[in-house]
């Protein structure tokens, strides 16, 4: 016969231990609900549990997860791999190695291998103890003769990007260079599945962590259909031979996905002023394109950006950062006017000068807020003393840290007026200034009056700014 509270006891377990594993218990009560909990007749108990128990950190507690590696029910299992990487994240792996191989021996789900192999991948290990994991981690790729299933590649692929994140190119072998590049071409035999090309993108980021990242594999990530492969190799642009660049970089202008074009057009941000390259970023900056095709905001922000250096042709450059700057618009599409101006005020600081005032009292906060920025590129404190003075909070904000910047605890009377507001980080900003201040009497009285002011409205967003005026 159904129980009928049994949902309702689920729904209090549940609770319980989601309240014990919040309170990162060490010992007592609240850690002994959760080691009672990996026994419990439910699967969705146990799985809570050993999630809960892993993410206390705690080596010590391993005998208490390591058992639910053999529970009958996957998801369990897949819990208790990644609770075991977790209790020894800040200490010694070598604790957990041995049963999360041993487990692996045995394995035979598929989601449920793959989880082991990220967890072995994410221990830190002796030397040997990592050659011994990086072969367990390549065996787990193959099945009967070829690929693993997909989601056991996975976790092989995120199992080997974190043991590179952490231990460097070196960890790799012949073999796992090998098969990394095999898995940056992994196609999967599921159209439109989501996990190869997760699985390419993170095997082309352990190539360029390494430093290992070929022509062709860059060449296959800019031919491919997904969003992320692009930007991702050009993330490691630096390690593709100087003479493949220029190839590589007109191509990935050129893609259809505007996550590539924005890395491309920050590879050609930080990189040398050439003709060639600056030719990218007039001709992305320039409003209305030479062209006649509409810039996507976020690529004409990085070319923007880009032009506070000086190309080969200054004045061109000067000319359309100024024509950009000046034409700011009431409403939507403010931002490459306020980049505009910020980048000009580092190439040509006097016409930067003459433009500024048109933002500072532009209507947008947003735009005023920018010019606070470029005001301190400038070193216009004048200007800067009146945006701090602004209705807007966001604006006295942004003008606080370049007038610092610009006078030291002169500034002193207008950081302790924003004591005065009742804005969360320009509280912060004005008491982060204030420190070491050189009429300490006058800022501490200052700073306890803003503490009980705010304390009064009992707030729960009030916690930082309030911690902030008590240092």
């Given at each position: 016969?159904?129980?009928?509270?049994?949902?309702?006891?689920?729904?209090?377990?549940?609770?319980?231990?989601?309240?014990?594993?919040?309170?990162?218990?060490?010992?007592?009560?609240?850690?002994?609900?959760?080691?009672?909990?990996?026994?419990?007749?439910?699967?969705?108990?146990?799985?809570?549990?050993?999630?809960?128990?892993?993410?206390?950190?705690?080596?010590?507690?391993?005998?208490?997860?390591?058992?639910?590696?053999?529970?009958?029910?996957?998801?369990?299992?897949?819990?208790?791999?990644?609770?075991?990487?977790?209790?020894?994240?800040?200490?010694?792996?070598?604790?957990?190695?041995?049963?999360?191989?041993?487990?692996?021996?045995?394995?035979?789900?598929?989601?449920?291998?793959?989880?082991?192999?990220?967890?072995?991948?994410?221990?830190?290990?002796?030397?040997?103890?990592?050659?011994?994991?990086?072969?367990?981690?390549?065996?787990?790729?193959?099945?009967?003769?070829?690929?693993?299933?997909?989601?056991?590649?996975?976790?092989?692929?995120?199992?080997l990007e974190a043991m590179v994140r952490a231990e460097g190119g070196s960890v790799l072998t012949s073999n796992a260079i090998r098969r990394l590049r095999e898995l940056a071409r992994f196609e999967g035999d599921v159209a439109g599945a989501a996990e190869p090309p997760r699985i390419r993108a993170l095997a082309v980021t352990a190539l360029g962590n390494a430093e290992q990242l070929t022509p062709d594999i860059v060449d296959f990530a800019l031919r491919d259909t997904d969003m992320q492969a692009g930007a991702t190799a050009l993330r490691f642009f630096s390690t593709v031979p100087a003479t493949a660049r220029d190839e590589f970089l007109r191509r990935a202008v050129a893609n259809n996905s505007l996550l590539t074009v924005v890395e491309a057009f920050s590879v050609i941000a930080g990189g040398p002023r050439t003709q060639g390259r600056c030719a990218y970023l007039f001709a992305a900056?320039?409003?209305?394109?030479?062209?006649?095709?509409?810039?996507?905001?976020?690529?004409?922000?990085?070319?923007?950006?880009?032009?506070?250096?000086?190309?080969?042709?200054?004045?061109?450059?000067?000319?359309?950062?100024?024509?950009?700057?000046?034409?700011?618009?009431?409403?939507?599409?403010?931002?490459?006017?306020?980049?505009?101006?910020?980048?000009?005020?580092?190439?040509?600081?006097?016409?930067?000068?003459?433009?500024?005032?048109?933002?500072?009292?532009?209507?947008?906060?947003?735009?005023?807020?920018?010019?606070?920025?470029?005001?301190?590129?400038?070193?216009?404190?004048?200007?800067?003393?009146?945006?701090?003075?602004?209705?807007?909070?966001?604006?006295?904000?942004?003008?606080?840290?370049?007038?610092?910047?610009?006078?030291?605890?002169?500034?002193?009377?207008?950081?302790?007026?924003?004591?005065?507001?009742?804005?969360?980080?320009?509280?912060?900003?004005?008491?982060?200034?204030?420190?070491?201040?050189?009429?300490?009497?006058?800022?501490?009285?200052?700073?306890?009056?803003?503490?009980?002011?705010?304390?009064?409205?009992?707030?729960?967003?009030?916690?930082?700014?309030?911690?902030?005026?008590?240092?």
């Amino acid at each position: 016969m159904p129980d009928p509270s049994r949902a309702s006891r689920l729904d209090v377990a549940f609770l319980r231990l989601a309240a014990a594993e919040d309170a990162r218990p060490q010992e007592g009560r609240e850690l002994l609900a959760l080691t009672e909990a990996t026994s419990a007749e439910e699967a969705f108990l146990r799985r809570v549990a050993v999630r809960g128990l892993g993410r206390l950190e705690n080596p010590e507690l391993l005998d208490a997860i390591t058992p639910l590696l053999d529970d009958p029910v996957p998801a369990v299992r897949e819990a208790a791999a990644n609770a075991a990487a977790q209790a020894v994240h800040t200490s010694s792996g070598e604790a957990a190695l041995g049963q999360l191989l041993e487990r692996l021996n045995v394995e035979q789900d598929p989601a449920v291998r793959g989880t082991l192999a990220r967890s072995i991948g994410r221990l830190s290990l002796s030397t040997a103890d990592q050659a011994e994991a990086l072969r367990a981690i390549l065996d787990a790729s193959r099945a009967q003769g070829g690929d693993a299933p997909t989601p056991t590649l996975l976790g092989v692929a995120l199992g080997l990007e974190a043991m590179v994140r952490a231990e460097g190119g070196s960890v790799l072998t012949s073999n796992a260079i090998r098969r990394l590049r095999e898995l940056a071409r992994f196609e999967g035999d599921v159209a439109g599945a989501a996990e190869p090309p997760r699985i390419r993108a993170l095997a082309v980021t352990a190539l360029g962590n390494a430093e290992q990242l070929t022509p062709d594999i860059v060449d296959f990530a800019l031919r491919d259909t997904d969003m992320q492969a692009g930007a991702t190799a050009l993330r490691f642009f630096s390690t593709v031979p100087a003479t493949a660049r220029d190839e590589f970089l007109r191509r990935a202008v050129a893609n259809n996905s505007l996550l590539t074009v924005v890395e491309a057009f920050s590879v050609i941000a930080g990189g040398p002023r050439t003709q060639g390259r600056c030719a990218y970023l007039f001709a992305a900056a320039e409003q209305p394109p030479a062209d006649g095709r509409a810039i996507p905001v976020p690529i004409r922000l990085v070319a923007l950006d880009a032009l506070a250096e000086p190309c080969p042709e200054l004045e061109r450059q000067r000319n359309l950062l100024r024509n950009v700057a000046a034409a700011v618009p009431v409403g939507p599409g403010w931002q490459p006017a306020a980049h505009g101006l910020a980048a000009l005020a580092q190439l040509a600081p006097d016409e930067a000068s003459d433009i500024l005032p048109s933002h500072a009292n532009h209507p947008d906060p947003f735009v005023r807020a920018w010019a606070a920025r470029t005001a301190g590129v400038l070193g216009d404190a004048a200007q800067l003393r009146a945006l701090a003075r602004d209705d807007h909070p966001n604006v006295r904000t942004a003008a606080l840290q370049p007038l610092f910047s610009l006078e030291d605890h002169e500034a002193d009377p207008v950081l302790l007026n924003q004591l005065q507001e009742d804005d969360p980080q320009l509280l912060m900003t004005a008491a982060r200034l204030l420190a070491d201040s050189p009429d300490p009497s006058r800022v501490a009285q200052a700073a306890l009056d803003a503490f009980i002011r705010i304390s009064a409205a009992e707030r729960e967003t009030w916690w930082d700014p309030r911690l902030a005026l008590l240092d």
